[in-house]
């Protein structure tokens, strides 16, 4: 089984200004997701799709990267695209026809080497078209979370009163950290199916790192656990 590990890193950010290569004890944020997946041994080949000189030369020689073209650049396009045209360019780069694509998020510097490589091992075992990783969530819609409709409150998820948080259903958040795909799977873009499986990460490591709160959080996290 070939694998292509994707790190996307775009330039800018509407909630956290260049929080790709913010500072994170003493590196780009950028450079701590590629260090991590250069020691996950069953990856055939890393690559960072940007659109950021700046970024291209953090990643330097060391590491392959592509420069997207203007159409895949800017916060409104899909990530899926961008992986799919740089699964597109490394299949041609490195003349490989690669079968699982894995996704690795620099915003998350807090999911570990295990996290990674247990959500390989399960998206093998099982054999799943696609896996994402989640965390449990801090609110559930069957029971504490809410929306308004035309000054009407009601549950997000009406088809039972539900009296305490313990009878409600289990349900999760997609915390940002891992991605994984068959490649005819990623080809269709998909991301929910019969066939999706999801890998269960601690609160403490899910944390995607959007807003100033964010960073320090994982800052404070990061220093603690080590």
Avoid at 115 to 130: A, C, G, P, T
Avoid at 181 to 186: E, G, M
């Amino acid at each position: 089984m070939k694998i292509l590990c994707i790190i996307c890193a775009r330039a800018g950010s509407k909630g956290l200004k260049n929080k790709n290569i913010l500072d994170f004890f003493g590196k780009p944020l950028v450079k701590h997701t590629l260090d991590q997946a250069k020691k996950i041994k069953k990856i055939n080949n890393i690559v960072v799709s940007t659109d950021s000189i700046k970024i291209s030369k953090i990643v330097g020689q060391k590491y392959s990267w592509f420069l997207r073209s203007k159409k895949l650049s800017g916060h409104k396009v899909p990530k899926m695209n961008v992986i799919i045209d740089t699964l597109n360019r490394s299949e041609k780069k490195f003349k490989i026809n690669y079968d699982v694509i894995l996704d690795l998020d620099v915003t998350s510097p807090l999911r570990i080497i295990k996290d990674i490589n247990e959500s390989i091992k399960l998206f093998k075992k099982e054999k799943y078209d696609n896996l994402f990783s989640v965390s449990k969530a801090s609110k559930n819609p069957y029971f504490n979370m809410v929306e308004k409709k035309k000054n009407k409150i009601f549950l997000s998820k009406k088809k039972k009163i539900i009296h305490s948080r313990q009878m409600a259903p289990n349900v999760y958040e997609m915390n940002a950290a891992i991605y994984l795909w068959k490649k005819d799977a990623l080809l269709k873009k998909q991301l929910f199916g019969k066939n999706t499986g999801i890998y269960i990460m601690p609160k403490n490591r899910s944390i995607d790192i959007d807003t100033k709160l964010d960073y320090k959080i994982s800052k404070f996290l990061y220093g603690e656990n080590n």
